[in-house]
């Protein structure tokens, strides 16, 4: 049975767009004809750029029979999270503060994936200013769940996450501080990746916390998730820590044979977490998996690990009360009761508290440093402690101990991807991490696909 167009990978809908097969009007019309059908209930656009994204299609519709094809994601329909400067179209960072706000340039990700050819079919809701949480007196609705409307799609990249699960776009961009990409990946089904901190610029993102920033690509399939972080990817001077190296073809390690890897798994920590019962069952069944492609599977114990979850925690805290000082000075009232709750938290952190969760932030960078270079060649973890809670859950609690597996690297800085792992008994989805040294996004990409080329669950989509 053929797919819709909405639910045509990336990768899928590039290749046809570019044998004259599939027009970019077609697609963009298709993926505005799901939002208008699903985001009443879904809630996972701020704003819409229906008009601008169709000229944008005919534009690019043009240029390709013209033979001035730009490469896989020529005439993509795609969409940015809200943290992230659009020039000409408001940028809210889901907050009341920011509510008309419209800045007059482009995030560097937002131009490179311009300049890629990919369309942006608008602004994705997130967590207010990505350090918020859901509640009665936010400014926006919060993004719901595409596979149950009663439960949260994850964290501050919510509304990124639930549009590329629900076939709205075909790839969104999210920003992860703590989690924030790879937790509603989780939470939605769909892969989500934290590159190696200073990969990818954050020039014109709105700033959480700058020492662990960073923004990563939300796709719905490994390969289309290369395809993104490919022209996401490589040095800016505008950002002082944008790294510069070259970046690798990340296409190349698809598919590669996973004969001969070595896997950490870190036993003990993950036997110390809160885990569901059908988490435990599907991670069992992953290194079965993972075991079967020629992997070898070694128990590793990494000292310090109880520790990253609060140190990163605090150093999110500090910097984001530090940077939104003034805002919750002066406009208290235009800041979300869980924001404002939060930031007073982080006010209180004092500087020898930062201090020390820098220094312990130092020693988690270090061990995991030796323990890839001891022959490791990734973490494997699950990628969330149960499938996601329900909206109600999230907002009594909302400073709930959540994303605590990704927090890690988070604190590292270490590339990370998470990717579906099945399915709980309700239909939610489960996750997979997966992490690597410094700027090994190659061998998380090999890794990946190889194991979602095993998985019985591709092509399952929310409806």
Avoid at 35 to 47: E, G, K, M, N, Y
């Amino acid at each position: 049975m053929s797919l819709p167009l909405h639910y045509l990978s990336l990768q899928q809908a590039g290749a046809q767009i570019a044998r004259g097969e599939l027009s970019p009007v077609a697609l963009v019309q298709s993926c505005l004809a799901r939002i208008a059908r699903l985001d009443v209930s879904l809630h996972a656009f701020i704003t819409l750029t229906a008009d601008s994204a169709l000229r944008e299609a005919y534009q690019a519709e043009s240029e390709i029979r013209a033979g001035r094809y730009l490469g896989p994601l020529h005439g993509i329909p795609i969409c940015h999270k809200d943290m992230l400067l659009t020039a000409g179209v408001r940028t809210t960072a889901h907050s009341k503060l920011l509510e008309n706000w419209i800045p007059d340039r482009d995030a560097s990700v937002v131009t490179r994936l311009k300049q890629a050819g990919a369309i942006s079919l608008g602004k994705a809701a997130c967590h207010e200013f990505a350090f918020g949480s859901p509640g009665t007196d936010e400014a926006f609705p919060a993004a719901r769940n595409p596979w149950n409307l009663d439960h949260m799609p994850g964290s501050s990249s919510s509304g990124s996450g639930a549009a590329v699960a629900a076939g709205m776009v075909m790839a969104a961009t999210g920003t992860d501080t703590g989690g924030s990409v790879r937790h509603p990946a989780a939470a939605c089904g769909i892969v989500g990746m934290k590159p190696t901190y200073g990969r990818v610029s954050l020039h014109g993102v709105i700033p959480l916390a700058p020492s662990m920033d960073h923004v990563g690509p939300m796709t719905r399939t490994v390969v289309d998730n290369a395809l993104l972080l490919q022209a996401m990817a490589g040095h800016d001077a505008q950002d002082s820590h944008c790294a510069k190296r070259e970046v690798p073809d990340y296409l190349e390690y698809v598919g590669l044979s996973m004969r001969g890897l070595r896997l950490g798994v870190p036993r003990r920590y993950i036997d110390g977490q809160p885990h569901a019962p059908e988490v435990l069952s599907a991670f069992s069944e992953a290194q079965r998996v993972l075991r079967s492609l020629g992997a070898t599977l070694v128990d590793i114990d990494p000292p310090g690990l109880e520790l990253a979850f609060d140190a990163g925690s605090r150093l999110i805290a500090y910097e984001a009360s530090r940077y939104h000082e003034a805002n919750l000075r002066d406009f208290p009232d235009k800041l979300g009761a869980p924001l404002r709750q939060r930031l007073a938290l982080g006010a209180q952190c004092t500087q020898a508290q930062y201090q020390a969760a820098l220094a312990q932030a130092t020693m988690l960078r270090e061990t995991y440093a030796k323990l890839f270079a001891s022959g490791i060649d990734a973490v494997i973890s699950p990628g969330r402690e149960a499938p996601a809670e329900t909206m109600a859950q999230l907002v009594s609690n909302p400073l709930g101990k959540r994303s605590v597996a990704n927090r890690i690297y988070s604190v590292t800085g270490n590339p990370a991807i998470t990717l579906p792992m099945g399915f709980s008994r309700e239909g939610l989805p489960l996750a997979l991490q997966i992490a690597a040294a410094d700027f090994c996004e190659p061998r998380l990409y090999q890794i990946a696909s190889a194991y979602e080329a095993s998985a019985p669950w591709v092509g399952r989509h929310p409806d």
